[in-house]
């Protein structure tokens, strides 16, 4: 009896599940004829990449179009995601006419090129702005800071230029600022160490040529992790070793490896949040603080290649690290290195 009543089911599965999902498909709203057209012509001047051969003329893009989605209420476009495509040719300005875009995701396409189009401003409802991997150019625009609802901007991994703009420390919401592995120069806004979130910010600017100090704005900053490694930073940054404790469950990353920092560490203060600390190749001097032994937090540190003297301090992650995170300093010693004379 119960096989076949199984293969009954079975049978039937198909009819069931084109009946269940025949009111929702009825009543998902078509796709709106202008955000259609946008989309046609964002396809075509992209050279009508394969990634996206379902946007065609013929069919309603909030049923059958792949890579995008409409709001099933209103049949606007919400949405685009294209990566790994072979996409070609500057951004096209048509993505300013898509006013109900909360995310924009063209990424790991490396023929697509050029500036920020102005017409990029228009996204007034834009939350997600992911271009890593692509070849875009020239600076980033001063008009990203107008577009008040962005939460993550991910341009890694392109070829952009000029200064951080200082009105993206001004967007309200910003939580991720992914800018690595570009050629920015100039130094990091004060604006920067002035935003705030209350899961935390998550903030990579590595790979650059910037320059300059960590600006002190950074006090009390509701950093998560910042990666600031490989520029040509300088100066005293430790205001950000005491930017953890503002939510205890959350630690607080930090690489500033391979700059030109240099400041007396003996002299630095740090968050009991601390989760990392990596400072390799720089020109930090003095000792290390015997409170980095107590941070029951703290997973990782990494002093190689700066000119700190003195004993190593021991206890909590310092006993479970290596020479390497140690070596090549003026003096000094102590387990995992030589004895002290
Ligand atoms: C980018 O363009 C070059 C030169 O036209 C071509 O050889 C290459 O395959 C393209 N890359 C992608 C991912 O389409
Ligand atoms: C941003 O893009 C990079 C580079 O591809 C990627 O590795 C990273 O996961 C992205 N970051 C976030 C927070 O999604
Ligand atoms: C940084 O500047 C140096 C010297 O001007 C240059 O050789 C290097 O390619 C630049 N690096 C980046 C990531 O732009
Ligand atoms: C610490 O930095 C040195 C120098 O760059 C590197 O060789 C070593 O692997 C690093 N240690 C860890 C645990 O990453
Ligand atoms: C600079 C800043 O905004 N700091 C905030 C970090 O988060 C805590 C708790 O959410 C706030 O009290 C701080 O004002």
């Not at 309603?60 to 996409?87: K, N, Q």
């Not at 404790?245 to 203060?269: C, H, P, T």
Request: charged letters at 15%.
């Amino acid at each position: 009896m119960a096989p076949i009543l199984l293969r009954l089911v079975l049978q039937l599965l198909p009819l069931l599940l084109l009946l269940s999902s025949l009111p929702t498909a009825l009543s998902a709203a078509r796709c709106n004829a202008a955000d259609k057209r946008a989309l046609l012509r964002f396809k075509k001047a992209l050279g009508n990449p394969y990634t996206i051969i379902t946007w065609t003329a013929d069919t309603d893009c909030c049923r059958h179009w792949l890579a995008m989605e409409c709001d099933p209420d209103t049949g606007r476009v919400t949405s685009i995601d294209i990566s790994y495509s072979e996409a070609a040719g500057p951004l096209p300005a048509d993505v300013g006419d898509l006013p109900y875009l909360t995310t924009l995701i063209l990424r790991k396409s490396p023929n697509v090129t050029g500036t920020f189009p102005p017409a990029l401003t228009k996204l007034t409802n834009l939350k997600m702005l992911w271009m890593d991997g692509n070849s875009l150019s020239g600076p980033l625009p001063d008009f990203l800071g107008r577009m008040a609802k962005l939460e993550y901007i991910n341009l890694s991994f392109n070829k952009i230029t000029g200064s951080i703009p200082p009105s993206l420390g001004k967007l309200p919401k910003l939580q991720t600022i992914f800018l690595d592995r570009n050629r920015l120069t100039g130094t990091i806004p004060e604006s920067i160490g002035l935003l705030h979130h209350p899961d935390g910010l998550y903030i990579r600017l590595s790979h650059n040529n910037l320059t300059g100090p960590v600006p002190q704005s950074f006090k009390g900053s509701n950093i998560s992790q910042i990666d600031l490694s490989r520029n040509q930073l300088t100066g005293d940054p430790s205001v950000l070793f005491q930017t953890g404790g503002w939510a205890s469950s959350i630690l607080v990353f930090i690489d500033l490896s391979r700059n030109q920092l240099e400041f007396d560490l003996s002299k630095s203060q740090f968050s009991s949040n601390l989760g990392g600390l990596d400072l390799n190749h720089n020109r930090v001097y003095g000792k290390i603080p015997t409170q980095l032994a107590k941070l029951g937090g703290l997973q990782s540190f990494n002093v190689s290649y700066n000119r700190l003297c003195g004993e190593i301090p021991q206890g909590g992650v310092l006993d479970r690290l290596t020479e390497y995170e140690f070596f090549h300093n003026r003096c000094l010693c102590g387990k995992p290195l030589a004895p002290c004379k």
